[in-house]
T-cell receptor, first 116, second 110 residues
Framework: SAVISQKPSRDICQRGTSLTIQCQVD?????MFWYRQQPGQSLTLIAT?????????ESGFVIDKFPISRPNLTFSTLTVSNMSPEDSSIYLC?????????????FGPGTRLLVL | DAKTTQPPSMDCAEGRAANLPCNHS???????VYWYRQIHSQGPQYIIH???NNETNEMASLIITEDRKSSTLILPHATLRDTAVYYC???????????FGKGTSLLVTP
């Protein structure tokens, strides 16, 4: 397994601003994923982030709105740009391929975002 | 990935076994069945997964029918801390994203 931390754990932001969420893993991982969970809803995949390549976005999510970086095998960031109240959600990162072992995905604790 | 169907909610008395069903009638031969749970305001927690054989670990047992069209997650002695939303997910292989449905909200009562 892996220990995953996210920063910030929660934030309240004004519309029109941007927030960068960090995901840090205690082991090298091959794949990292970013999910969004809107209030009362299930998780929806935003994008898949592999080190050394551009993130792959799901339908309905675009790079200009959710730019992602993956500079190394233990770290990734997701930026929520030009925020609106509709962006209020929990944002979660997950990882797979921990230290080269493929088993399942492990999730971080999430970042709770409220946009006013 | 195959679609799954779960009851929206279930109740279970503390100390009793919780049996959570999942239907995945369109599952393909190379798709695994995964179970995760999400306790309120936390990230999803991996529970167990299997291909066609029954599996057991320290958290739960997974029973997959012979035709693989349905499965049951068993929490042998439910506690109040098992109250959570349980997600049954079918996935082709490692390295792919998880397609979360609505899950089953399990309430364990004293």
């Amino acid at each position: 397994s892996a220990v995953i931390s996210q920063k910030p754990s929660r934030d309240i932001c004004q519309r029109g601003t941007s927030l960068t969420i960090q995901c840090q893993v205690d082991s090298q991982v091959t794949m990292m994923f970013w999910y969004r969970q809107q209030p009362g809803q299930s998780l929806t995949l935003i994008a898949t982030a592999n080190q050394g390549s551009e993130a792959t976005y799901e339908s309905g999510f675009v790079i200009d709105k959710f730019p992602i970086s993956r500079p190394n095998l233990t770290f990734s960031t997701l930026t929520v740009s030009n925020m609106s109240p509709e962006d209020s959600s929990i944002y979660l990162c997950s990882v797979e391929g921990v230290a080269g072992v493929w088993e399942t995905q492990y999730f971080g604790p999430g970042t709770r975002l409220l946009v006013l | 990935d195959a679609k799954t169907t779960q009851p929206p909610s279930m109740d279970c008395a503390e100390g009793r076994a919780a049996n959570l069903p999942c239907n995945h009638s369109t599952i393909s031969g190379n798709e695994y069945v995964y179970w995760y749970r999400q306790i309120h305001s936390q990230g999803p927690q991996y529970i167990i997964h299997g291909l066609k054989n029954n599996e057991t670990n320290e958290m739960a047992s997974l029973i997959i029918t012979e035709d693989r069209k349905s499965s049951t997650l068993i929490l042998p002695h439910a506690t109040l801390r098992d109250t959570a939303v349980y997600y049954c997910i079918v996935r082709v292989n490692s390295g792919y994203a998880l397609n979360f449905g609505k899950g089953t909200s399990l309430l364990v009562t004293p």
